[in-house]
């Protein structure tokens, strides 16, 4: 296959928004109102991240405000007590960061996301520099490929590559990020891999296979 994986540099937020270690709590929370983000990375020097003050980091200074049996003793762990008595993003926010480099693939992004919790990562460099964020929502801009960029692609990285004999009698029709192939192959051996491989071009959304052996082939 010769086409080039999105990987997070391809979807990401290049705009980033951040705070320094310094940042008091209700600047914090000020800014995290007015670009509506979840989270902010901490940066220091030239931009290197520090670490994340999400809103789970803030709200911890409401719990002092609970009383009941159980927050009590949450709030004897010295590290809950810690950040909830701050007012500075460097007590507040949580480190190491989580990243990821702008060369991930979008998958890997995805898994992180989901393994460690979050919604958001800082994109760093190899000097640990922030180059930009990618979010849930800059991962699912993928699926906004045209319907025709998907077909095109399909029907070069996929039939031209699996079935250069039989790619004139193979359809390839797109909707909605749905590909439907239908015709008739040479080798039966490789349908089941042409709707794998159709089902990995980023942005498709499902595949429906109805390739079929050719006559007297």
Known sequence: MTSR?????????????AVRPDTSFKEIVAAM?????????????EGRVVGVVSEADLLLKEEFHDRRPGMIERLRRRDVTAKAASDRAAELMTTPAVTVPPEA?????????AVRRVRRLPVVDADGAI?????RSDLLKVFLRPDEELADEVRREVVGHL?????????????SGVVTLTGDVRDSTLIPLAERLARAV?????VRCGLTLAPGA
């Open 131 to 135: 180059r930009g964020v990618v979010s």
């Open 5 to 17: 994986a999105f990987t997070v540099a391809d979807v990401m937020t290049r705009k980033v928004v």
């Open 202 to 206: 980023e942005g498709v959304v499902d």
């Open 163 to 175: 079935f250069p004999l039989s790619r004139d009698r193979v359809e390839v029709h797109v909707e």
């Open 33 to 45: 109102e007015r670009w509506k983000v979840t989270a902010l990375p901490v940066l220091e020097g």
């Open 105 to 113: 693939s979008l998958s890997r992004a995805a898994r992180l996301m």
